[in-house]
Nanobody, 125 residues
């Protein structure tokens, strides 16, 4: 089982930036792809962005052009740089591993293999 340490969440004003980090233990980029999903109160979880060991990425339409995912394979770490943040980005952001970065879309039911407890991101208007 994969374990995660997520960090970087916080409260920022609209238009601001945050950088999330996730260190995954018992994890190998050879076996899984990794990324982030988010869940806002009362809403279904949403795959945000994922990446594989070759640098191929998926982004939800709602974050394209504003969020950038990157990874440090040697340290089993994935980052999510979030710029031009909007109030609708407010959610708990959780690290997730899947068999393919392409599975990161939607709610991930049946496709998200392991995930972390998440870090709160709050954007004020």
């Amino acid at each position: 089982e994969v374990h995660f340490v997520e960090s970087g969440g916080g409260l920022v004003q609209a238009g601001g930036s945050l950088r999330l980090s996730c260190v995954a233990s018992e994890f190998s980029f050879d076996d899984y792809d990794i990324g982030w999903f988010r869940q806002a109160p009362g809403k279904e979880r949403e795959g945000v962005s994922c990446i594989n060991k070759y640098g191929s990425t998926y982004y939800a339409d709602s974050v394209k052009g504003r969020f950038t995912i990157s990874s440090d394979i040697a340290n089993n770490t994935v980052y999510l740089q979030m710029d031009s943040l909007k109030p609708e980005d407010t959610a708990v952001y959780s690290c997730v591993v899947t068999r393919s970065y392409a599975f990161c879309r939607g709610n991930g039911n049946g496709l998200f293999k392991y995930w972390g407890h998440g870090t709160q991101v709050t954007i004020s208007s």
